[in-house]
């Protein structure tokens, strides 16, 4: 798997053929945001492709689609609280109306007022919402395993969440009990990260955790982030998913079948959002159909926005 390879590189994307993204550091109302821009082949425009990821990662996760020369502008951000956009971040006050908010001062910073998103997990989330709050400026968005109602309402209540979700409720407790710690127990995962038992912890995020390398393990338990975490599940809690009822632009919604976080029920909601919502299982993959099933993927962002 592509991205499994990718991710165990540290640093700007390695990519063959392709140029590497620039850096950039800009000002928001949660603190400075990192994004990386993959320049297009016309050299910019207003209009770009955006990838938010999700409470488990940074920009990295979007590696393996981004193999080949974009036909416009890609900006992949760092939400505040993850990657490199830790310095400064207001973790207190980032809800999800105050990430989207941030995530639209960068794109404008950087001269877009147009855009596809691609969300993954609490990335889904935000797409979704700028869909709703800027629905002038979104013309499609793809929600790759959006965590929604399943994980909010086990946030809300924890015990019911243990029969319904108990893999993200023992991860939201692990990250509650760490994030106490404050760097000392991120320090811890990252140990753990290095034995056996971060693959076994990790397991539910994939179809087939023993395929998983060492190194995306690793990686994994390096971008764990317990505050941030913590702050993102209260966020999702408190979220009012009506707003979604102002999306107007298609939606592509995916989930694994195989996935713990994302619920079927979930995806039911979505759907009676109207026929512009696209609802699609992904078979043989968890948590992370980006790394376990990158080709369709691949096949089914380009679908969407060729309708």
């Given at each position: 798997m592509?991205?499994?390879q990718e991710a165990s590189r540290s640093g700007s994307a390695a990519l063959s053929g392709v140029a590497s993204p620039r850096r950039?550091?800009?000002?928001?109302?949660?603190?400075?945001?990192?994004?990386?821009?993959?320049?297009?082949?016309?050299?910019?425009?207003d209009f770009a492709d955006v990838y938010l990821h999700g409470a488990a990662g940074s920009w990295t996760t979007?590696?393996?689609?981004?193999?080949?020369?974009?036909?416009?502008?890609?900006?992949?951000?760092?939400?505040?609280?993850?990657?490199?956009?830790?310095?400064g971040a207001q973790l207190e006050t980032a809800t999800i109306e105050a990430m989207a908010g941030a995530v639209v001062e960068v794109l404008?910073?950087?001269?877009?007022?147009?855009?596809?998103?691609?969300?993954h997990s609490m990335g889904g989330v935000l797409a979704l919402h700028i869909a709703a709050a800027w629905p002038g400026s979104t013309v499609s968005v793809v929600a790759v395993s959006a965590t929604t109602l399943?994980?909010?309402?086990?946030?809300?209540?924890?015990?019911?969440g243990l029969a319904k979700m108990p893999w993200f409720v023992g991860m939201l407790l692990l990250?509650?009990?760490?994030?106490?710690?404050?760097?000392?127990?991120?320090?811890?995962?990252?140990?753990?990260?290095?034995?056996?038992?971060?693959?076994?912890?990790?397991?539910?995020?994939?179809?087939?955790?023993?395929?998983?390398?060492?190194?995306?393990i690793r990686r994994l338990a390096q971008e764990a982030r317990p505050a941030s975490f913590s702050a993102a599940a209260r966020a999702i809690a408190l979220y009012d998913f009506g707003q979604w009822r102002r999306i107007s632009c298609p939606v592509l919604a995916m989930?694994?079948?195989?996935?713990?976080?994302?619920?079927?029920?979930?995806?039911?909601?979505?759907?009676?959002?109207?026929?512009?919502?696209q609802i699609v299982t992904v078979t043989e993959?968890?948590?992370?159909?980006?790394?376990?099933?990158?080709?369709?993927?691949?096949?089914?962002?380009?679908?969407?926005?060729?309708r």
């Open positions: 592509e991205f499994l950039e550091v800009i000002a928001t109302a949660l603190g400075p945001c990192v994004a990386r821009v993959q320049e297009s082949s016309e050299g910019g425009g979007f590696q393996p689609l981004l193999s080949d020369t974009p036909e416009r502008d890609r900006v992949l951000i760092d939400l505040p609280g993850w990657g490199d956009s830790t310095q404008t910073a950087l001269g877009n007022n147009k855009w596809n998103i691609v969300g399943g994980v909010a309402g086990s946030v809300k209540s924890p015990w019911r990250m509650n009990t760490t994030a106490v710690f404050g760097n000392a127990g991120r320090a811890l995962i990252r140990g753990v990260g290095h034995t056996p038992l971060m693959r076994l912890l990790l397991s539910p995020l994939f179809a087939d955790p023993a395929a998983v390398p060492s190194g995306l989930r694994g079948d195989h996935d713990a976080f994302t619920p079927a029920s979930d995806h039911s909601q979505l759907a009676s959002l109207g026929p512009h919502v993959c968890g948590h992370f159909a980006i790394a376990e099933q990158t080709a369709v993927v691949k096949q089914l962002i380009e679908e969407l926005r060729q």
